[in-house]
């Protein structure tokens, strides 16, 4: 792939997601546009960019997107954000609230906000509460494996037999073990795709806590700006913004006041 193509593909990934793709991604993106590329029966990346700049409804775009944007997840990954969340959602729910709104705004195949719904399940088992949770993610291919909630075993390594029991239902298939979330879980998550390079979004809010963890890191200083205040909006007064370890908002003006490392009050 020349250098012209290149900064061409970039900029298209910077337009339509917000992803910064730096010095050095030369590598990343031959590898992953050459998927699409296998897919369509096209040879030369030239030809594959001329496709996706002459399809009109931009559908090629969207399967660009999955392609280049990172996907790797666990679940419960960075563990004590799952803490903090049973923590305080345990307060609210000891002081009476009862309504609890969440959003995971980087759901990628779902682990996280499957984890998020695990969580409260445990947390608020005994109370009679109203529980949303909101996923999103750029990618429809990723957004169809959330909806799926379909697992391999090794995806769930470290997830204790009493969780995997209360809310997974075991099959095997081709000599592999799989685990699909139970419907309890399933009905406490809405996914769908919102491009977080784009404020403002539809959602009304307010929210009580949103996870936006190891995304904003492909952003560059000006997007993750205008995400982090439209996620301020979004978010109740007392309400928390939780980012990945590898991220926080320092550069960035906002109101948000640190709790600790990765995580942002309101």
């Known amino acids: 792939m020349d250098r012209k193509t290149f900064d061409k593909f970039r900029n298209i990934v910077y337009e339509k997601s917000g992803i910064s793709l730096g010095e050095g991604k030369e590598a990343l993106v031959m590898a992953r546009v050459s998927k699409r590329m296998r897919v369509l029966g096209i040879s030369g990346f030239t030809e594959y960019l001329k496709y996706v ?12 997107l ?11 990954r960075e563990p004590d954000h799952f ?35 695990i969580t409260l399940m445990e947390t608020l088992r005994e109370s009679k509460s109203d529980v949303k949770i909101l996923a999103t993610d750029i990618s429809t291919r990723v957004l169809e494996k ?3 909630g379909v697992y391999e075993k090794s995806k769930l390594a470290g997830v204790s037999p009493l969780i995997l029991d209360r809310y997974f239902e075991s099959s095997r298939e081709g000599g592999k073990t799989f685990y699909r979330a139970k419907d309890l879980l399933k009905d406490l998550i809405t996914f769908t795709r919102i491009n977080l390079s784009a404020p403002s979004f539809p959602m009304q809010g307010p929210l ?30 007392g309400g928390y913004l939780i980012v990945g370890h590898s991220e926080s908002l320092m550069g ?5 006041k640190v709790i600790k490392p990765s995580i942002y009050k309101k």
């Not at 960035?252 to 948000?256: G, H, L, R, S, Y």
């Open 83 to 117: 803490e903090f969340l049973h923590n305080v959602v345990s307060e609210w729910s000891a002081s009476g609230h009862k309504r609890f709104r969440f959003w995971s705004a980087a759901s990628s195949s779902g682990e996280e906000p499957y984890s998020m719904a």
């Open 146 to 148: 959330c909806k799926s």
């Open 252 to 256: 960035i003006e906002t109101d948000f």
């Open 208 to 237: 009580d806590v949103v996870f936006c963890r190891n995304v904003m890191i492909y952003f560059d200083k000006a997007t993750r700006a205008k995400l982090v205040a439209e996620i301020h909006r979004l978010l109740k007064k």
């Open 53 to 64: 700049m002459q399809d009109e409804t931009e559908d090629e775009i969207v399967n660009l």
């Open 66 to 76: 999955d392609v280049i944007s990172t996907n790797v997840t666990s679940f419960f």
